[in-house]
């Protein structure tokens, strides 16, 4: 695992990574030492320490209480800078498309739809013999946009704005202080986090794959747990004094 020191930028995907995938999204469990690692890990690195995930904004605010972190969220269609200013792309016009998932839902509860600000997700976890279907009813979807596209993640597919990705969200992270000219890090354990991984990965810096699976990212890690352990390891070894970065509301 790379080191993380005071002149890395640190990115980090929440789901599977930060946290163990749960059965639903909401049943996800945020272990007692996150925070205070993450609150520790941005003062260490002056603020360039940024969560790069598919959840909503919202969501992670919440998950992550009192933190108040730069974000970029659902894949970058909406991204916290480090000033709190938020920016946020057009969101397609989903609402055919949701509606066509819930009826789908209803005719096969093991079925979840997810609607987001600019995105919406169809979840299969509890029924992966439908993977064909939904993938099916997805890509349908797509076809009659021109201004979307679809992601497939684990036991999920999602349409989300054409152009995003977690890697340009991270390139845009980079090219504003505090990020700006600091060797990026950046960990996740999903086919989402692969473009994430070759943006920082084109800025010399290391993608860090989280779990089992093909990657181009360089390094890797076993599981959360693992993940976890390596960021308590960094806080002490960015322990030195230095002035407080508030993150709190």
Known sequence: ?????????????????????ATQPEAVRVTPDVIPALQQLATGLNGALAIVSGRRLADLDSLLAPLHLPIAAEHGAQRRLASGEIMKMAAPDLRDVICRLHALVQRHHGLRVEVKTAAVALHYRHAPELEDLCLQAMTDAVSSSADVELLHGKCVFEIKPAGISKGTAIAAFMAQPPFTGRLPLFAGDDVTDEAGFSAVQQLGGCGIKVGEGTTRALCHCASPTALRQWLRRACQELAAPRAPWNLQK
């Open 1 to 21: 695992m790379p080191s993380i020191s005071p002149g890395t930028a640190l990115f980090l995907d929440f789901d599977g990574t930060l946290v163990d995938l």
